[in-house]
């Protein structure tokens, strides 16, 4: 799908995508949304620990991208910015869901139309202990700087905190996870 | 780009998360995604530069161009500036026999809540059931119903009928199910019935053939509803506009981005030791609204100007209005930092402000209407709050 869009996007740089995008092409946007939705999903999944629910996220940020895309300063940082939309939607479905009942991180692989193939994925149960004993909000830092690798700068703006508030809360995080996870 | 130095521990965390969120997501196709989103209406680039500019700067362009308004009118006479305009919408519509089924209207697509009760052909749980109807409008599912019973339905509508077609088998009934629903909305369109004319779904007739409320968790173009992100719940009448919401902990911000426009609302308000400094040692907190006006009344960084009881719902409430300390303001820079909800980390920068303190039960919520600073426009709103509010009752 990706070749097919060459063909009619001229620029295929992250800059030349977003603004052909902003400008209306949907070939542009359509081509963001191929590069970018795996990874999206991927970091929407460590926040929700359930693949269709980390899909669900994403497909519901595709609408807030396009109305905010005009408003992104640095076309570079495309994925990074994806990625806090994809986390913030996962965050707002686990918070709805955990008011009401206690969501639990998938512990078993998940069915094979979802992950084609199950044996490159050998579970790892302590981090997948320890991410069911977090919030959705610590799993949304843990996601965003870990497989995303937002800056302090962009956690902040995602998170809605200072970058010390940041520092201070990855820390004891990072602290209650050296004493929860092995050496795995 | 990394300015968070990563430790060896750190940098085995990354490999393990990367690992364990390895997942393929189902193959799509991202033009017809793209169409999708497209669809969705987007602020005009005037709207799409003022959304750019930082929440005070808008608060001061607002300020000034109603500031020019007011002094307009007295020059010009309010009556040129303000001509009555009375809109029927119902005149616009074409009769019945000519209209087309397509996406549902913007005043649909909203996230509805309703308590389904015991359905046993279901056999759900007990708990609020949210029905939502996508962006698009072209797609309506329930959630926390059962598992398996998400309803997931195309979505179409003529006139006051809403067409569904589920798109999975699942719940007893088949691919492709039709169903057909009367569907009215209250005055102020926040309730929505659906009464089932037909449907080849019995299970799904039965899960949403009733009354929903509206939520304003999420994008709507209705300002009346319930937010059940929090707390307890509670409902609200907001001016109409096209909202998006934001939620933290104990925190939701709903938010027109072309105006600014909005509502504001934390639980168990905090302050900060020192409104100046960045590394944000909390104020001790103590519970109610009283205490949070001592709390800023010993505050150098802010002027207490009034702080007026009154009346909430039945409660005790203060309506507080704040100044930032003009001369003498201790912060070398501009940012104050005022106050954050206790169970968030997080913290919200402040300046003049114009503040509802609710005390319910033990709690107590603070809403504040960004860019209302007039009791005569913001008390309406203000009043029509219902706290706690549960979902079937009236909000009236």
């Given amino acids: ?99 009401r009942s206690v969501v639990e991180i998938a512990v078993a692989i998940r069915d094979t139309d979802t992950a084609p193939d199950p044996s490159h994925r050998v579970e790892d149960l302590d981090l997948v202990r320890a991410l069911a004993g977090l919030n959705a909000e610590d799993r949304a830092l843990l996601a965003l700087r870990y497989i995303a690798g937002l800056n302090s700068q962009e956690l902040g703006r995602a998170l809605g905190m200072s970058a010390s508030g940041l520092r201070r809360r990855l820390a004891r995080l990072l602290a209650r996870l050296r004493s929860e996870l092995s050496d795995g | 780009m990394d300015d968070l130095q990563m430790t060896s521990f750190e940098r085995d965390l990354a490999r393990r998360l990367v690992a364990y969120g390895a997942i393929e997501p189902r193959p799509a196709n991202a033009l017809a995604l793209a169409r999708d989103a497209m669809a969705t209406r987007r602020p005009s680039g005037i709207a799409a530069a003022w959304t750019s500019l930082r929440p005070s700067a808008r608060a001061a362009i607002a300020v000034a161009i109603l500031a020019t308004i007011l002094v307009a009118s007295v020059v010009v006479g309010s009556r040129l500036l303000f001509p009555t305009q009375i809109v029927d919408r119902r005149s616009t519509e074409p009769p019945p026999s000519l209209l087309v089924a397509g996406p549902a209207t913007e005043d649909l697509r909203s996230r509805w809540l309703a308590d389904v009760g015991s359905i046993p052909s279901i056999g759900n749980g007990s708990g609020p059931v949210t029905l939502t109807i996508d962006p698009t409008g072209s797609v309506l599912s329930l959630a926390n119903l059962a598992p398996g019973a998400s309803f997931a339905s195309r979505a179409t509508i003529a006139g006051d009928v809403l067409k569904l077609e589920l798109l999975n088998a699942g719940a007893g009934c088949a691919a492709g199910a039709n ?160 106050y954050t909800p206790k169970a968030c980390e997080c913290h919200f920068f402040s300046g003049d402000d114009n503040l509802y303190l609710v005390d319910v039960d033990s709690d107590t919520f603070m809403f504040e209407l960004p860019l209302a600073s007039n009791p005569a426009t913001d008390l309406p709103v203000i009043q029509s709050i219902r706290i706690p509010y549960v979902p079937g009752e009236s909000s009236q």
């Fill in chain 1, 1 to 99: 799908m990706s070749a097919a869009f060459a063909t009619t996007v001229r620029d295929l740089s992250p800059e030349g995508l977003v603004r052909a995008a902003v400008s209306g092409d949907e070939l542009a946007f359509a081509t963001i949304i191929d590069r970018h939705r795996a990874s999206m999903t991927r970091v929407a999944y460590v926040v929700c620990g359930d693949a269709d629910v980390a899909e669900e996220a994403v497909q519901a940020s595709w609408p807030i991208v396009w109305r905010r895309l005009p408003s992104l300063r640095e076309p570079d940082r495309l994925g990074a910015w994806l990625a806090s939309i994809a986390v913030n939607e996962a965050r707002q479905l686990v918070r709805r869901r955990t008011r």
């Fill in chain 2, 179 to 338: 169903g057909e629903y009367h569907q009215a909305q209250s005055a102020d369109r926040s309730r929505l019935t659906l009464e089932a004319i037909t449907d080849a779904c019995p299970s799904r007739s039965e899960a949403v053939s009733r009354s929903w409320d509206r939520t304003l968790v999420g994008a709507t173009t209705v300002g009346a509803g319930l937010v059940d992100s929090m707390e307890p719940n509670f409902w609200i009448r907001l001016p109409d506009a096209n909202y998006e919401s934001r939620t933290l902990d104990d925190f939701i911000e709903i938010t027109d981005p072309t105006t600014g426009g909005g509502l504001v609302v934390m639980k168990n308000p905090q302050g900060f030791a020192d409104s100046c400094n960045p590394n944000q040692v909390r104020y001790p907190y103590k519970p109610g609204a009283s205490a949070f006006v001592d709390y800023f009344r010993q505050n150098q960084a802010f002027v207490v100007v009034s702080a007026t009881p009154l009346t909430i719902d039945g409660h005790k409430a203060i309506h507080l209005v704040l100044a930032a300390r003009v001369t003498g303001a201790p912060c070398p820079g501009a940012d104050l930092y005022a």
